[in-house]
């Protein structure tokens, strides 16, 4: 716990190269895949999700560079306006077809 007059959030910044740093084993790994852009959520060809399966990756590591990952994503989103702009729209555009789907069903 911090407690620091003032300090509202703490952040990743410059994440990019400590990411890389902290989760080398899971990098190497992702240069083996089949698919250059995979998520490693379910590919096929995935070397991390292999390496899981194995028991060579612990999933709990794997985890965790996945929640630093979506909060470098969230960082970068926050301070590119376009980025900003373009995830909103996103989201809009999924409510809308929501409400439509619900309306359709009669709810």
Known sequence: ??????LREL?????????????????SLAGECVFRDCRHTGEPGCAVREAIDEGT???ERFESYRKLEREREFMARRQDKALELAEKKRWKR?????RQRMRFRGR
Do not use: S
């Not at 716990?1 to 003032?6: F, N, R, S, Y």
């Open 57 to 59: 990756l612990p999933e």
């Open 1 to 6: 716990m911090i407690d620091t007059p003032g």
């Open 94 to 98: 999924i409510h809308m077809d929501n």
């Open 11 to 27: 952040g990743l910044w410059d994440a990019d190269q400590g990411l890389d740093r902290a989760f080398a084993d899971i990098g």
